[in-house]
């Protein structure tokens, strides 16, 4: 493409020579036809942009003719989308990869063949030769596209026809992830119950083929055969049972089967599988039975498995705390919570911070705050070695604002030191909070002054440092 094109005053200043936009006015229909050949044979990028020219225009018409042109037009698109990911893929399979650029333009015109499947017709022979081409990259499988392309080939199989060609395509190279697949087609696409059964009866290894089973006669009515499966699949399956235990807890809840309910808890217990849910299940079970004592002990179990910091709020102690506090009756809650708090407070610091501001225990967040315990091992998350506990700080800073000053200016020294551009901006919001509680709540502007003038001092030899600090 020219670098250069000429202004409009330039070609006005030749309109009486030459015209480009009047000479393709006066191009008959042959003229025209061989011009756009041309180009096409200049570039076969063009031949593209020639078909999308003909799809928007078609979109306005309605008649049948129009229909037939569309899927000819769609036909063509979809192995010109093709084509140009093809490029790409190809060689990231030669390489094992390739540049994040070239990445995004593969996904780009997959997103285009994407987009062409859901406005529809695409003949069932371009469909073909589609999945012809496309597995030739798949199987290669080294370039990092598969699950994309196992997008596309799912969304544009849509008759039984396409999808009976998409297993065989499958099934040319075993594998277990394409044995999955191709149950997956004979269950929710095909419906084809006997192929379906064929396949998964011969492959019973882990919990969550035994689950895929059971979901396959939940979904015939058949819950008879869904439980036999999913007690089976508890004894005999490998790796992961809970969609198992979860399914067979709330079927024994509901059909009120303590004995069975009980079992399974157990089970879950002895396979450390899910314990705190199955027996938060227990409990929900026996309360709707007003059966105080056997919920209590559910309960109370459960607290044992409650889950620390970096967990979701539901899992983790506070949650759990607040649930007994509610249920327990008085006598029971006053004689437990002792032990509770202590467990709570090794467990889960955060968690009994929460605790202390709701019971109005300031100065004992406060003591915990300014003299933090360290992680214990296995509650560390992002490799923090420390709690934050800075949203408790700023719950206490108005009750305690000298004490909340020093909680920051702790803060702030532990991440001078780390000694580096981040650490640094870090410790800058620290002190930016301890000098608005000097200027706003103490209304002391000197003290914040001389003591942010020493620390400057005391880390003068760090420049970033204080290019960090300069606006505070």
């Not at 229909?29 to 990028?45: H, T």
């Not at 992002?382 to 709690?387: H, I, L, V």
């Not at 103490?442 to 290019?467: C, G, I, T, Y």
Request: aromatic share 14%; proline share 2%.
């Amino acid at each position: 493409m020219p670098t250069y094109r000429r202004s409009q005053e330039e070609k006005d200043g030749d309109s009486a020579d030459f015209s480009l936009d009047k000479k393709l006015q006066s191009l008959e229909s042959k003229g025209l036809y061989n011009l756009v050949q041309n180009l096409m044979e200049k570039n076969p990028e063009n031949y593209r942009l020639v078909l999308e020219w003909f799809k928007k225009k078609e979109k306005c018409l309605k008649d049948a003719d129009a229909k037939k042109e569309e899927v000819f037009i769609n036909d063509e698109l979809l192995m010109e989308y093709w084509g140009n990911a093809r490029s790409i893929i190809s060689e990231f399979n030669e390489y094992g990869g390739g540049p994040e650029d070239e990445e995004e333009e593969a996904y780009d015109w997959l997103d285009k063949i994407s987009e062409l499947i859901k406005e529809g017709n695409i003949s069932t022979d371009a469909k073909f030769g589609f999945l012809d081409d496309a597995f030739e990259e798949y199987n290669v499988g080294n370039s990092g596209f598969e699950d994309g392309l196992m997008e596309v080939f799912f969304d544009i199989c849509k008759s039984k026809e396409e999808w009976i060609y998409l297993v065989k395509k499958l099934e040319k190279e075993p594998s277990e992830w394409r044995r999955d697949l191709i149950m997956k087609i004979q269950k929710e696409h095909l419906r084809d119950d006997d192929a379906y059964l064929k396949i998964r009866m011969k492959d019973l290894k882990y919990g969550m083929d035994y689950w895929d089973l059971a979901e396959f006669y939940i979904g015939k009515g058949d819950m008879q055969k869904a439980v036999e499966t999913a007690e089976e699949g508890l004894i005999k399956g490998e790796g992961r049972i809970s969609e198992l235990l979860k399914f067979l807890s709330g079927h024994y809840a509901k059909n009120r089967d303590t004995a069975n309910l009980e079992r399974v808890v157990q089970y879950a217990l002895k396979k450390k599988s899910d314990e705190k849910e199955m027996l938060e299940r227990l409990f929900e079970y026996y309360k709707a039975q007003n059966d105080y004592e056997n919920a209590k002990k559910a309960l109370l179990k459960a607290f044992e498995y409650v889950k620390g910091t970096g967990y979701i709020p539901e899992v983790r102690s506070y949650a759990h705390y607040n649930k007994m506090k509610q249920f327990l009756v008085e006598a029971d809650w006053k004689n437990i919570e002792p032990k509770i708090l202590q467990e709570i407070r090794e467990k889960d610091p955060e968690d009994f911070l929460r605790i202390c501001l709701d019971k109005g225990m300031k100065k004992e967040a406060l003591r915990i705050l300014l003299n933090p315990p360290k992680k214990q091992s296995g509650f560390r998350f992002g490799f923090e070695d420390e709690y934050n506990f800075d949203e408790f700080a700023n719950q206490l800073k108005e009750a305690f604002p000298e004490d909340i000053i020093k909680y920051y200016w702790q803060k702030a020294y532990s991440n001078i030191s780390g000694g580096n551009r981040n650490t640094y901006q870090t410790a800058a919001n620290y002190l930016a909070k301890a000098k608005e509680l000097y200027i706003n709540l103490l209304k002391d502007e000197n003290r914040w002054n001389q003591r942010f003038a020493s620390l400057k001092v005391e880390f003068r030899k760090r420049p970033a440092f204080l290019e960090e600090v300069s606006m505070l």
